[in-house]
Each structure stands twice: as structure tokens, then as C-alpha cells.
């Protein structure tokens, strides 16, 4: 292997790979980022390492990672440095970045990821934890006790390990100590971020110090985002690449598409960096850039994951390259697209081809079974939400109907060759126990119909939809995914 990436490297770095144009090690630190993921690394990172060149200020991130070790031990040997490839149809290209300043394992070192938020110089706790990981109830904006970080940190609040007790404990020690606290900036996919976080927040403090939750009530800033960069897990591949384009060895690096977009509340108590110097978009309400985002990418995404993946399609290009696939896939976004305020200045016919176009990237191999992760957590603001909508106001709910099939039909654990996977699902057990028994299609949507605290009432309650459901599940079953798939795709073009 090559030597590391770090911060004395630079000067070796063939000419074809950017560097920051800036010195790292001369900026100080500004922001912590919970979750330092593949995501944040293409996203966040990258805006912040443009508007440290561009803009200056002590703006770098330090990381906390919550649970694995593995990201500190590839950074911070580092000095936080990785590769950022970009694949785009024209041709592959390298970057080093060089806004993350180091890494805590929040597991090996609870303190310092504390002592982090509590620094002065923290202005901004921003976070990308994936939906799964909050612990809050969205219809009663609470926290769900039932959580294990959520009652963990409630019987513990000073020695937090999950996100929600973490920043709300930081907030407490920086009131404590009198110092200004940093603006919550959530980067998950979910519907108003910043107000659902905040509602956690805030009944989590009230749980614990209600003196405190008055206190951040009234003082700290939760702003919205929508957060958009197509970035597959790295591989050894992205490993070896990374190695080959720039002559050091780095285990950080990270592959994306070309595309990229951020855009956010401009809310920020503490200041913030200058993201938009790289392209950001500050808006007074996310909310209905965050529906389109989260109703035509993530919500088509879900449904070509499922029904791609037991369609045997390792990669979202393959299912693009599948003829009646790709036709459901134009289908469903429309069928999102007719769910949408109008957003002045954005055309929901130019964004579907452009998320079309982004699918069929050959040169990203973002894995179908990646996407099919955490379904039960992602299903109600992708794809429910939207089918409510289309329900209520008369449209055409099949599109919506499917794609709830799909991951019904993958629930199931086995292809239908009858090999079996693991749904990865935080809800796995529960979705188990509820399917033991269920023989045929009614059963099977009856059973996951009644998880608790998936499905709306408005589609469960409503005959049209469950029968749809069902009807499209059974034929699913009895034909294979494929052949569903393609008898679906045919009837769409009748
Ligand atoms: C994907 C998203 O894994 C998933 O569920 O739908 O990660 C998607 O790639 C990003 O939101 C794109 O911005």
C-alpha cells in the first residue's frame, strides 16, 4: 500500500487532483457534525471546503461519529483529509478535501464528543444520522420512549450516546457555562427537518430540565434543509481508485455523481459558512423544496429499490436500462410530481428528466439493496404522504399502490428464487413476527398494514386503497416480480 493521505502530502499530489485551495490546518474549527458518513463527506463537507477557499473563517468541521470507530481511524491519520470522486458521464475527476479537522468516536471517547459541543468556537451542530437513528414520534412531536438511544439517554442524560440526548446535553453545558448556543442543522431526509428535531429536542429537554427547555426554546435556531447528492456506499473499489488517482493510500475516500444541491433556511443564530459561495440556496421555506426532494427522488428511488432488487438489478443504472422498469419509474414521478405545490421558478417535467438522467449515471453503482434499507422508516414521508394526497384529491393512486407492493412483496426475506436476505430494517423482528402465518397477499397486507406507526389511518382506513394494494401484491406473488413488473410497465403504455 501507498503511503497515507495528510496534510504533508499535498505538494505530492499529481496536478490532475484539485486540493483545497486554502490551508487547512490554518482554520479553526466552527461546526461539529454528528455522523460522518459517506453522505456528509460528499455534501456538507465539500460546500464547506468551497467556502473555506473562497470565503475563509474557522469554519472546519470536527466529526463525531456515534457508534463505529472505523471513520476516526481512516480520518484522523488523515488529518482529516480524503479523496472526492466525481462520476459523471463525461468522465471521472479527483478532489481533496480538507474542511473535516478530525473524528471522535463518541463510543471510545464520550467526553470529547461532549467537550466538542460545548466548545466555544462550536456556532453550528449539524448531523446526518439517517432517519432511523432520531427516536422521535412524528404525529405527537415527541420523542418515542420506546427508542433505545431515546430511554438510554433518558436514564442518563449526562452520558448521552444517541443524537437527540447528545445535542441536548451540549446545549445544557453551554448554558451552564454561559456561552451562546450553535443552530441545530439537520441534513436527514426527513419532512422539516429543522422543526422535527427540534420538537425532539425540546421534549427531550423537558424530560429532563425544564428550566433548560425554556431556555432553548427561546434561544436556539433549528433551520430546515433539503440535502441532495446521489452517493453509494464506498467499496474496495473506491479504495483502489482514490489510491490509483492520486498515489497515496486513503481509506475515507468516497465516489458521487456530479450533481449537488443544498438548500437551506438561512437561520443561523451563530453564523455559518459562506455555502453559498459553492452553490447553496438560502430560502425562507424549505418545506416544498423538501416535498419534491423527498416525493420524486427518494420516493421513485424507494420503489425502483424494491422492485429492482427482486427484479435481481444489483445497481439503480441496471433498472433504468430495464425497459418496463424505467417505465414505472417515469410513472411514479409523475404520478409524485401531481401531488406538488407549484415552486416558482422549477419545472416538475425538467427535474423528473434530470433525476432520470441521474438514475442511469453508468459510471455510479449505487446498490438497489442499499436504498431497500430502513423501508418501515423511510416509506412515510417518501411514499405515504404522497399517496394520502393523491388519495384524497381524486388522482391516481395506482403508481403509489405498487410501489407500497414492492416493498411488501421484499418484506418477505426471500427473492423469488427463494434465496433469503435480511430486510435491514430496524422494525425486522416486529415485520417477522407480524408475517409468521401469513399464507396469502390479504394476509400479508393486513399483517404489515397494522404495523404500528407506519401506515396512515387515511390509506388503511380506505378500501380502495388496501384492495389495490393487495390486488397488485398477489399478482407480484404469483408472477414473480419481473413478470409483475412487466405486466404493470404494459399496462401503463395500453
Ligand atoms: C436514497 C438516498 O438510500 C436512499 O434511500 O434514496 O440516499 C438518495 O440517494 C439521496 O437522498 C440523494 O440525495
Not at 438511544?149 to 446535553?169: C, F
Not at 455559518?272 to 423538501?290: K, L, M, N, Q
Amino acid at each position: 500500500m501507498s503511503e497515507r493521505l495528510a496534510l504533508s502530502k499535498l505538494t505530492g499530489l499529481p496536478r490532475t487532483v484539485a486540493c483545497p485551495g486554502y490551508d487547512p490546518a490554518a482554520h479553526g474549527s466552527g461546526i461539529v457534525h454528528i455522523g460522518v458518513g459517506a453522505f456528509h463527506r460528499a455534501h456538507q463537507a465539500v460546500y464547506t471546503d468551497s467556502a473555506l477557499a473562497r470565503k475563509g473563517g474557522d469554519w472546519r468541521i470536527d466529526g463525531i461519529s456515534l457508534r463505529s470507530t472505523d471513520i476516526a481511524d481512516a480520518l484522523n491519520p488523515q488529518d482529516g483529509l480524503y479523496t472526492l470522486i466525481i462520476r459523471g458521464e463525461e468522465g471521472i475527476s479527483a478532489r481533496v478535501v480538507g474542511s473535516i479537522r478530525r473524528v471522535i468516536a463518541a463510543a471510545r471517547e464520550p467526553d470529547a464528543a461532549l467537550a466538542a459541543l460545548a466548545a466555544p468556537e462550536t456556532r453550528i451542530a449539524s448531523m446526518t444520522v439517517t432517519e432511523k437513528a432520531y427516536g422521535i414520534d412524528r404525529a405527537r412531536g415527541a420523542v418515542d420512549t420506546g427508542h433505545p438511544a431515546i430511554a438510554a439517554d433518558l436514564a442518563n442524560p449526562r452520558a448521552p450516546a444517541g443524537v437527540i440526548g447528545m445535542l441536548v446535553e451540549g446545549l445544557r453545558l453551554r448554558r451552564e457555562r454561559g456561552l451562546a448556543p450553535y443552530t441545530v442543522l439537520c441534513c436527514d431526509n426527513l419532512p422539516d427537518n429543522g422543526s422535527l428535531v427540534r420538537a425532539g429536542v425540546l421534549n427531550f429537554a423537558r424530560r429532563v430540565d425544564p428550566a433548560l427547555a425554556g431556555w432553548i426554546e427561546n434561544n436556539v435556531a433549528f433551520p430546515a434543509t433539503m440535502v441532495d447528492r446521489i452517493t453509494p456506499a464506498a467499496t474496495e473499489a473506491t479504495l483502489a481508485e482514490a489510491e490509483r488517482l492520486t498515489g497515496f493510500a486513503d481509506l475515507a475516500a468516497i465516489e458521487t455523481e456530479p450533481f449537488t444541491q443544498w438548500v437551506i433556511e438561512d437561520h443561523f443564530t451563530a453564523g455559518r459558512p459562506a455555502w453559498e459561495a459553492d452553490g447553496a440556496i438560502f430560502v425562507e421555506d424549505v418545506a416544498p423544496y423538501e416535498a419534491m426532494k423527498l416525493r420524486m427522488l427518494n420516493g421513485t428511488h424507494s420503489m425502483l429499490a424494491y422492485a429492482g432488487f427482486l427484479s435481481a438489478h444489483k445497481y439503480v443504472r441496471d433498472v433504468m436500462a430495464d425497459a418496463a422498469l424505467a417505465r414505472l419509474v417515469r410513472r411514479y414521478m409523475q404520478a409524485a410530481a401531481a401531488t406538488l405545490s407549484p415552486l416558482p421558478g422549477i419545472d416538475f417535467t425538467d427535474y423528473a428528466n434530470a433525476l432520470a438522467k441521474r438514475f442511469a449515471n453508468p459510471a455510479i453503482a449505487h446498490e438497489t439493496y442499499q436504498i431497500a434499507m430502513d423501508g418501515t422508516e423511510k416509506l412515510p414521508q417518501r411514499i405515504l404522504g404522497a399517496a394520502s394526497h393523491a388519495l384524497e384529491n381524486g388522482q391516481d393512486i395506482r403508481p403509489f399502490a405498487f410501489a407500497v407492493a414492492a416493498w411488501m412483496r421484499y418484506a418477505l426475506g426471500r427473492t423469488d428464487d427463494g434465496a433469503p436476505y435480511t430486510l435491514r430494517d430496524p422494525r425486522e423482528e416486529v415485520i417477522r413476527g407480524a408475517l409468521a402465518g401469513a399464507n396469502d397477499a390479504g394476509d400479508i397486507a393486513r399483517a404489515l398494514f397494522a404495523l404500528p406507526g407506519v401506515f396512515p389511518e387515511r390509506l388503511t382506513g380506505d378500501e380502495r386503497w388496501t384492495s389495490l394494494v393487495t390486488e397488485i401484491l398477489a399478482t407480484m406473488l404469483h408472477k414473480g416480480m419481473a413478470g409483475a413488473v412487466k405486466e404493470e410497465a404494459e399496462r401503463q403504455s395500453r
